[in-house]
């Protein structure tokens, strides 16, 4: 008897179930009867599935409807259509058709439900409340499962209304139970060959029968020897939802969990991939390949992140399982690289260029092209020297911290540099080169059509040809025909060569006696003086305006006319304070020119030619009207002379040794005061 009441209670069910979930619609199309359906069932259309009883039909004087069943797709369906989109989004991970999912989605609309739970210590019964426009519980539903359940005695409807009407969502108690031997809920535990994972599967109880409490399958559990990882939670849930018949894991131990790996975080590029930036206008310049990453001293090139220990696991036994230790990655200093003494950080020892390779971070100071300079090496910016096998084609350019080396020629392209620049072949630079070197000398085989420009000399072994130099100490051109034509050349100290100009009379300008760049900066500040001057005129004047105005009418002048004079005597002063620092900074410089002026000379060893012009200091320039042989031009109570060419360099170097002389003898001491002379031993 009591066997067919559970069937009849589980029949009922299904078919409560299937009435309620089920629909049978006539509609003129499918997409119409799913409609219907959707409006019936109060469920999306895509949650919806149907099977067609009798397929319409429509002629010119006929039609039938068509007569489908609907029903809501089961959740583990509707699921498992997004395997596909799991496959490639997550590599079929299954994160997207996780069951799991469903619980954090919020229906709209859903029926009210409740549970019965027939306890030792009585019956309780758990209302919960319908959501949006779902269906409530009724007291008989309730009343109709109490008897299927075999409940007895049976509460009073009464009590059974009562907590009907609450929707609590808590389990109420309704009264006494008399439990029926035999007939409660069974439970078996399984536990996985590992030791890690324990199992419960529980049957539902027979009509008059026990509903299994948490502290049934804990007890389960502890019969099994199982004293770690029990899962309480998951163990009422699971039997507050009534899942019966199949596995639920009730039980986990903690697997071990093996440390993380060291590893090492580059703050550098290790791998010269090619890296093109676009301008504001969307263009590329091809040339910018910043194949190139340059680090400064004690810069931070990589850090180790140390091995992480591993963490121990244990079973559902409570005995420990033994974890893995991450495996340690050495970092290694490489040249021109400092290691800290815990071996952790790698940083800088000198300038250069981060080169990576045999798994050690190295820093050259020297980068090295083994060919030419083109859209294969993009430009070249380095912190550090630069040594170019070959040539630098046209419009490329090389910025270095250190030196430069061209084994080849330099076509029309800009180098620049902090220290020396050596061509050796020469520059053909079409009147667009630039060679310029802050903090070094020039050094060319040839050099023609370019603007040239450093600190210190510029020498050079054939020809400066219609070119503009400018060298802060000397101009050398002392090859075997050696000689200079055309362009504007300036020096600090001197200009050499072995012949000036040319038989065409090719305009030659030669200046020496002021160093070029110091002469810049000398017109920048009176130009800048000369600029702050002009604003301060203006501001002067507008301030007597204003001036004017306050003793004309001093009624009208108003606390915004007194700001605005404020604003204009501050102004004002401001300017007459920054036009003092220039008069400062002019008057050092063109007293250091005053000094240094008298040393500019100009030497040719063979010939100048007509149509060169000399000028040293501020004196009336020198123009070559007739062919000159072997002189020497330079500086005299103002005026330029000339006198017979000797080689200014040879006459340094003895002018240096002589100077070590006399300071020699100054330092000895007096013999006068030591040895008696020869007459003085003879007058004895």
Same mark, same amino acid.
């Given at each position: ?46 949650? @919806?599935? +149907? ?8 002629? @010119? ?58 306890? $030792?210590? =009585? ?23 109490? /008897?299927? !359940? ?28 008399? @439990? ?28 008059? =029968? $026990? ?78 390949l910043n194949l190139i990453e340059n680090v400064v001293v004690g810069q931070l090139l ?53 080169? &990576? +390779? ?12 083994? =060919? ?9 910016? &380095? ?5 170019? *096998?070959? /040539? ?21 392209? *800009?180098?620049?540099?902090? =220290? ?108 800048? !003086? ?14 007597? *305006?204003?001036?004017?105005? !306050? ?30 620092? +220039? ?12 000094? *240094? ?6 030497? &040719? ?16 320039? &020198? ?37 070590? !002389? ?23």
């Amino acid at each position: 008897m009591d066997k067919l009441k559970s069937l009849l209670y589980e029949e009922e069910a299904k078919m409560d179930k299937d009435e309620l979930e089920k629909v049978e619609v006539l509609g003129d199309s499918i997409d119409e009867c799913l409609r219907l359906a959707s409006i019936h069932l109060k469920k999306p259309i895509h949650e @919806l599935d +149907y099977t067609v009883l009798k397929r319409g039909k429509k002629s @010119l004087f006929f039609s039938e409807p068509f007569h489908i069943r609907v029903f809501p797709i089961d959740p583990s369906e509707m699921l498992s259509e997004l395997a596909d989109l799991d496959q490639k989004l997550t590599g079929g991970t299954g994160k997207l058709t996780d069951k799991s999912l469903q619980e954090l989605i919020e229906p709209k609309d859903m029926d009210g439900y409740f549970r019965i739970k027939n306890y $030792r210590h =009585g019956v309780y019964l758990a209302v919960f409340p319908p959501i949006g426009n779902g269906k409530p519980v009724r007291t008989e539903d309730v009343i109709k499962k109490l /008897n299927i !359940r075999g409940i007895s005695p049976m509460p009073s409807q009464a009590k059974v209304a009562e907590v009907v009407q609450a929707m609590s969502g808590e389990y109420e108690r309704l009264g006494d139970t008399k @439990l029926k031997p035999f007939a409660e809920s069974q439970i078996k535990i399984e536990i996985s060959q590992d030791k890690m994972k324990a199992y419960a599967t529980i049957t539902p109880p027979k009509p008059g =029968g $026990r509903d299994l409490e948490v502290q049934d399958v804990i007890y389960e559990l502890k019969k099994e020897d199982v004293a770690y990882g029990i899962k309480e939670d998951d163990i009422r849930k699971a039997l507050d939802k009534e899942i019966y018949n199949e596995p639920i894991l009730i039980a986990a131990g903690d697997p071990p969990i093996k440390g993380n790996d060291a590893k090492i975080v580059y703050h550098v590029r290790i791998e010269k991939n090619v890296v093109l930036k676009e301008d504001e206008h969307g263009r590329v310049d091809f040339k910018e390949l910043n194949l190139i990453e340059n680090v400064v001293v004690g810069q931070l090139l990589a850090e180790k992140v140390p091995a992480e220990k591993g963490k121990y696991g244990r079973d559902l036994f409570n005995q420990p399982i033994e974890a893995k230790d991450g495996a340690d990655v050495p970092l290694l200093a490489g040249k021109g690289t400092i290691l800290s003494e815990d071996g952790t950080k790698l940083t800088a020892e000198v300038n250069g260029q981060v080169v &990576f +390779y045999d798994g050690r971070i190295n820093v050259e100071t020297v980068y090295k092209v083994n =060919g030419d300079v083109n859209m294969r090496t993009g430009n070249i910016n &380095f912190l550090g020297s630069v040594v170019i *096998t070959g /040539n630098v084609e046209d419009n490329f350019q090389i910025k270095a911290s250190g030196n430069v080396e061209v084994y080849g020629t330099v076509q029309k392209a *800009t180098i620049e540099a902090d =220290g020396e620049i050596i061509i050796r072949q020469g520059v053909t630079g079409r009147n667009e080169a630039k060679i310029i070197s802050t903090n070094g000398n020039i050094i060319a085989r040839f050099i023609q059509d370019a603007i040239v420009i450093t600190d210190k000399d510029v020498i050079v072994q054939e020809v400066i040809m219609n070119s503009q130099v400018s060298a802060g100490g000397k101009i050398v051109c002392n090859g075997k025909k050696a000689y200079i034509v055309g362009g504007v050349l300036r020096a600090g100290r001197l200009v050499l060569a072995k012949n000036i100009g040319s038989k065409a009379y090719t305009q030659t300008m030669v200046v020496v006696g002021l160093n070029p760049k110091l002469s810049k900066q000398l017109e920048d500040y009176q130009d800048k !003086r000369m600029e702050s001057a002009m604003k301060k005129d203006q501001l002067t004047k507008t301030l007597n *305006t204003v001036y004017a105005r !306050r003793d004309a009418d001093p009624a009208s002048f108003t606390e915004e006319n007194r700001e605005y004079m404020e604003k204009l005597e501050a102004g004002i002063k401001k300017l007459e304070k920054r036009i003092k620092e +220039y008069d400062k900074e002019i008057q050092t410089l063109q007293t250091y020119l005053e000094q *240094t002026s008298q040393m500019g000379k100009v030497c &040719f060893e063979k010939k100048m030619y007509p149509g060169v012009t000399v000028a040293i200091k501020n004196a009336e320039p &020198f123009i070559c009207k007739n062919e000159l042989q072997a002189k020497t031009l330079f500086l005299e109570n103002d005026k330029i002379k000339q006198k017979k060419y000797t080689n200014p360099e040879l006459e340094e170097e003895e002018l240096k040794k002589a100077a070590k !002389r006399s300071q020699a003898q100054a330092q000895a001491p007096s013999q006068s005061t030591t040895t008696p002379s020869v007459n003085e031993k003879k007058k004895a």
